[in-house]
Every structure is written in C-alpha cells, then in structure tokens.
Nanobody, 124 residues
Framework: QVQLVESGGGLVQPGDSLRLSCAAS????????MAWFRQPPGKAREFVAG????????DYSDPAKGRFTISRDNAKNTVSLQMNSLKPEDTAVYYC?????????????????WGQGTQVTVSS
C-alpha cells in the first residue's frame, strides 16, 4: 500500500516557477517508478514526467521538456517537479502517481496509486 500526498500548487503568472512535491508512505518507495500527471480543465489526464526507482532514468512529455525537472529523494520518500517558464496552458490539477510497470510508465492505466492532486493555475 502506498499513500501519496502532493503539495506546492498555487496561482502564478506566466513565466514564473513553481515546485511541486509529493510525499509517499511505505518502506519500498525505491521500488516504484514515480510520475507526475496533470489534468487540464475538461481534458484527459496526461503524463508529464517520471523517474525510475533509482533516479537514473527520467522521462518527460514534449510540453515539459526543457522547462520541467523531476527528481526524487529515496531517503525522504519524496518526488518533486520543478516547473519553470510556466505558461497558461500548464494550468491543471497535478497528480503524483506510482507504478511498478516500467514498460507502461507513460500510460495512466499503469498506475495504481495516486495522490489527491494539487491545483496549478497560470494566469496574468
């Protein structure tokens, strides 16, 4: 059983930065591939970024590449998403999720554990 709790969302202006954090419970955190998904208003939930258990592999969606950075700290059971140069189209509820399915890691259907989500709004 894994419990995930996100924090760090908020209202920011275009061009600003924001850092999201996710705290996970459980003793086997390093066994999970951890990811961030987001769900814009009226749209489907989509993969944003993910990191392998040891931190050696990181994946990003095209919109996130070059602007977002995912990291994890296995000693603290946390995963973070640093978001820079935010745009209005980044507005969404952001979810932390975990999976043991590495081959399906960009598909939301592969994830059995989700946080409650944190709202990110980018607006002037």
């Amino acid at each position: 059983q894994v419990q995930l709790v996100e924090s760090g969302g908020g209202l920011v202006q275009p061009g600003d930065s924001l850092r999201l954090s996710c705290a996970a419970s459980g003793r086997t955190f390093s066994n999970y591939y951890m990811a961030w998904f987001r769900q814009p208003p009226g749209k489907a939930r989509e993969f944003v970024a993910g990191v392998s258990g040891g931190g050696g592999t990181k994946d990003y969606s095209d919109p996130a590449k070059g602007r977002f950075t995912i990291s994890r700290d296995n000693a603290k059971n946390t995963v973070s998403l640093q978001m820079n140069s935010l745009k209005p189209e980044d507005t969404a509820v952001y979810y932390c999720a975990s999976t043991t399915s590495y081959t399906l890691r960009t598909s939301r259907n592969a994830y059995g554990y989700w946080g409650q989500g944190t709202q990110v709004t980018v607006s002037s």
